[in-house]
Each structure stands twice: as structure tokens, then as C-alpha cells.
């Protein structure tokens, strides 16, 4: 970032930087809780909710570093939360009794490749701190930095989870059949 781009972002008031973030982050955020959620309606409650509570905390004076880290750090707490009250099942049962069919057409539905669909279900037999990594990672396509951010842990233990949910997952897929 140039030192033009810092002065103009201090020039811009709490509430276009609010607003501008809404315009970059609101449906990668949205895909994102998608799918940990498996539910169009609460992921669109848990964006809003995210949006929410960053704005209340930013009208509060309090200042953000990194906003898209902060949103999905909101996000992720409110998912987890929303796990616990649910008294969480395994993502196996969630596909089985939800499905997994976003009915925009814009969200992508990789559920409809087969491979995709088996890589999916792997993904969900992760334990959740490798799920969440590598989902923020390679779905979201965040930086280990904005993950690290986001999670509240350094960046050396989101690339360690990264690195170890690979290796179970490959270890996953060669157990695999490939008649699937």
C-alpha cells in the first residue's frame, strides 16, 4: 500500500469504511458461512449479524486494523455459537437432513461434481480447526495473515492447521475408492 492509499483510508470516515467493506467482503463472507453452516437463511443471518456488531464496534470509536479479519473473526464466533446452541451434528447429518443446494444462482454449487461433492464430505470429517484453516484459506482465499487475524492465533499455527488438514485429507482420499 502506498503511502497516498494510507492517507486516503485515515481520510475516509468510519462509515465509508463500513460501507466499502460491505461492497468487498459481503458474499465472500456469505459463501464462507455457507459452508460451515449448510443453511442459505442463517448464513445470510450471520453476515447481517457480523455487519451488525462491526458496526456497532466501529460507531463506538474503537478502530480496526484489518476489517475483513475482524468480519470473519465476528462471523466465525457467531457460527460457533449458533453450533453450540444446536447441540452440533456431525456435517454428514446436516447434508443428509439439509442438503447442500443454494438456490442463487450465483453461489456455485460444487456439490454437483462428484469429486467435489467427495472432497466436501472429506472436508467435513476434518476436525474443525483444520476445516475452518483451510476453508478460510483455499475457499476464501485469504492471506494466513487475515486468517491468523481472524481466528485470533498467529499465523505460524494457521499454517501449521493448514499444512496437517492437508495430509489427513490426503490420507482420506487414498482410502477413498475411485468408483465414487
Known amino acids: 500500500m502506498s503511502l497516498l492509499d494510507d492517507e486516503v483510508q485515515q481520510e475516509q470516515t468510519p462509515e465509508e469504511q463500513f ?15 455457507l459452508m460451515r453452516v449448510r443453511d442459505r437463511e442463517l448464513a445470510k443471518d450471520i453476515v447481517q449479524e457480523a455487519y451488525s456488531k462491526t458496526w ?6 474503537k478502530e480496526i486494523e484489518y ?4 468480519l470473519y473473526r465476528v462471523a466465525n464466533n457467531l457460527i460457533i ?7 452440533s451434528s456431525s456435517l454428514e447429518t446436516l447434508m443428509e437432513d ?6 442463487d444462482e450465483n453461489v456455485k454449487d460444487f456439490a454437483d461434481v462428484p469429486a467435489a461433492r467427495e472432497a466436501i464430505k472429506m472436508l467435513g470429517e ?6 475452518t484453516a483451510i476453508t478460510m484459506r483455499y475457499l476464501d482465499e485469504m492471506s494466513p495473515r487475515e486468517i491468523a ?3 485470533g492465533v498467529s499465523e505460524n499455527v494457521v499454517s501449521v492447521r493448514i499444512h496437517r488438514g492437508i495430509e489427513k485429507l490426503s490420507k482420506m482420499a487414498k482410502r477413498v475408492p475411485s468408483e465414487k
Open 98 to 103: 439439509d442438503g447442500f443446494e443454494p438456490a
Open 56 to 61: 456497532v464496534y466501529m460507531s463506538e470509536g
Open 81 to 87: 455459537d449458533w453450533a453450540r446452541k444446536k447441540k
Open 126 to 131: 476434518l476436525d474443525e480447526m483444520y476445516r
Open 19 to 33: 460501507l466499502e467493506a460491505y461492497e468487498q467482503h459481503a458474499d465472500a463472507l456469505f459463501r464462507h458461512c
Open 149 to 151: 487475524e481472524a481466528l
Open 67 to 70: 476489517l475483513r479479519a475482524f
